[in-house]
């Protein structure tokens, strides 16, 4: 059996751990939105990574003309 002092440790750091998620969502649903450098459509906030660039670094693939844009919204030249 567990001592209520190892219990209490886990459930802090549980509910610790859930504020951090939910902290690092809210920051990146609350980021200024930004759009495709080529045709201006707004890019979504919620995407899947395409390539490793992209999750090292951050950025989007446009879903209607395929341009690549940075974290920043500029156009990426491959």
């Given at each position: 059996?567990?001592?209520?002092?190892?219990?209490t440790?886990?459930?802090?750091?549980?509910?610790?751990?859930?504020?951090?998620i939910?902290?690092?969502?809210?920051?990146?649903?609350?980021?200024?939105?930004?759009?495709?450098?080529?045709?201006?459509v707004?890019?979504?906030?919620?995407?899947?990574?395409?390539?490793q660039?992209?999750?090292?670094?951050?950025?989007?693939t446009?879903?209607?003309?395929?341009?690549e844009?940075?974290?920043?919204?500029?156009?990426i030249?491959?």
């Open positions: 059996m567990l001592a209520p002092d190892t219990i440790g886990l459930v802090a750091g549980a509910v610790g751990s859930v504020v951090a939910m902290a690092v969502l809210a920051i990146d649903l609350l980021k200024p939105r930004r759009f495709c450098p080529d045709c201006r707004p890019l979504p906030k919620i995407h899947r990574l395409k390539n660039r992209q999750r090292l670094c951050g950025g989007w446009c879903p209607q003309c395929g341009c844009a940075s974290r920043e919204g500029e156009r030249l491959a």
